[in-house]
């Protein structure tokens, strides 16, 4: 039950961040986006997430492990 919870305050942040963004639905993003992304996280918080782990939040690479 906690993990339902969890995926569903997953896509709600995702969606707050979508509107934040403003660049569209993510639905429509293309690998451009999520390099987009990657650099203004790592301009904000100095933290640098890979492309592959966005997509992989996102939904768009096939990830079966959840993670610790």
Known sequence: MAELSEK???????EL????LNWG????WVNYDFE????EIEHKTGINLSVTTLKRIW???KYPHAPP
């Open 59 to 61: 939904g768009k690479v």
């Open 17 to 20: 961040l979508e509107a934040k």
């Open 8 to 14: 569903h305050d997953l896509a709600s942040y995702l």
């Open 36 to 39: 987009k992304l990657s650099l």
């Open 25 to 28: 639905s993510s639905q429509y």
